[in-house]
């Protein structure tokens, strides 16, 4: 699977943003996750969505705020972000991994195989 991400750029505190990642290859049950790392930081998950069950997981740094989410036509991610922050400032990368992955392995960034180039967040 290729994954492309997009929608990053700059906003201000409390702004918000929707980033999208498109894929092909479908496939009805990926485990797909969005990722963050910011410089001198390590990667970290934001969210996760398995395809099978539709079930969406977050982090607590993020809950209430940021939403995962995908189009009917299974071609597209998306990373709804509000209420962001300057801590929220990282490069953001979409992940994908073939089958079935148990509920506490899905923020895991070690289990996901497919990863996009990257998209940059920026908040002041």
């Known amino acids: 699977v290729q994954l492309v991400e997009s929608g990053g750029g700059s906003v201000q505190a409390g702004g918000s943003l929707r980033l999208s990642c498109a894929y092909s290859?479908?496939?009805?049950?990926?485990?797909m996750g969005w990722f963050r790392q910011a410089p001198g930081k390590e990667r970290e998950a934001v969210a996760a969505i398995y395809q099978g069950d539709g079930g969406t997981y977050y982090p607590d740094s993020v809950k209430g705020r940021f939403t995962i989410s995908q189009d009917n036509a299974w071609s597209t991610l998306y990373l709804q972000m509000n209420s962001l922050n300057p801590e929220d400032t990282a490069m953001y990368y979409c992940a994908a991994i073939k089958g079935w992955v148990s509920a506490g392995r899905r923020l895991r960034g070690d289990i996901y195989n497919h990863w996009g180039q990257g998209t940059q967040v920026t908040v002041s």
């Open positions: 290859g479908y496939y009805s049950r990926y485990c």
